[in-house]
């Protein structure tokens, strides 16, 4: 986890959690005192962790927990009071996160911390697996689209025009995509 947004507003907290941070070797740590500044600062950077002490002072955080955690690649702990933190927790815990009753312990935040690393993990991980996914499926359609152009331009069945793609990607050191996508420049508008 490389950065890490804090929005309390006390700077005792804040520093004690930038402390502990620092020592779970996140390098970019930043720290608000509101939720005003916090939506203003979302706009211009997005950070891996975002961590709120509620309540602040204009709102309680609640609604700018679901927000952040609902954008992007990110893990969200929101500190409330424990007599808050039934009810806080059973509606945002759905949007995946993470809530920690105050009075809180270096030791119990230590471990919050550690499983929001492990969860950013896990997310960044499944983001990128998604994004491969996603490419590859676009390479596909691609492919498949230069094939239907091949089969009604030269009369082509589908296993030629495949083996025709795979051949010419291999002999020109292309991949399928980059062919297929000539193909179609040369080929989709003579249709």
Not at 2 to 7: C, E, F, K, N, V
Request: net charge negative; proline share 2%; glycine share 2%.
């Amino acid at each position: 986890m490389d950065s890490a947004l804090i929005i309390s507003y006390s700077n005792k907290v804040a520093d004690s959690l930038a402390e502990i941070l620092a020592q779970a070797s996140v390098a970019d740590i930043t720290t608000l005192s509101n939720g005003g500044e916090a939506r203003r600062m979302l706009i211009e950077k997005e950070f891996d962790l975002y961590i709120i002490n509620t309540p602040l002072p204009d709102e309680f955080g609640e609604s700018l927990a679901l927000n952040i955690a609902s954008k992007g690649i990110n893990v969200v702990i929101l500190l409330v009071k424990a007599e808050f933190y039934d009810e806080i927790s059973a509606r945002v815990e759905d949007y995946g996160v993470i809530t920690v009753a105050k009075p809180i312990s270096r030791t119990l935040f230590w471990n919050a911390l550690k499983l929001a690393i492990a969860a950013h993990k896990k997310l960044k991980a499944i983001h990128n697996e998604n994004t491969k996914l996603v490419q590859k499926i676009e390479d596909i359609r691609i492919i498949d689209r230069a094939k239907c152009v091949l089969v009604s331009r030269f009369s082509l069945t589908e296993p030629e025009a495949h083996r025709y793609i795979e051949k010419k990607a291999m002999d020109s050191r292309m991949t399928r995509r980059k062919v297929a996508e000539e193909i179609l420049v040369m080929y989709e508008n003579d249709i």
